[in-house]
């Protein structure tokens, strides 16, 4: 699995969400997970893929962080 994270502030989070969908959709890509968590500062979004090139370039788009083991991986072969 391929997550990457990202950290939004309140106001941003419906505007940003709408964007990820029409870019998502527009290219066909199908998160896996989808979740998001709010530490009363910020909105903590994380998206899982199971294409670690869908990862890498919703990162890219969103600057996002690739996390873990598998994000450190691609990012050492792109």
Do not use: Y
């Not at 530490?39 to 979004?45: C, F, M, P, R, S």
């Not at 370039?57 to 050492?76: E, K, S, T, W, Y």
């Amino acid at each position: 699995m391929h997550s990457v994270k990202m950290s939004l502030k309140p106001d941003q989070l419906s505007t940003t969400m709408a964007d990820m969908r029409i870019w998502l959709d527009e290219r066909r890509f199908e998160p896996a997970v989808f979740c998001c968590r709010d530490n009363g500062a910020e909105i903590v979004v994380t998206v899982n893929f199971t294409i670690g090139a869908e990862a890498k370039a919703f990162a890219d788009q969103f600057r996002g962080i690739l996390a873990g083991v598998a994000g450190a991986a691609l990012d050492a072969v792109a």
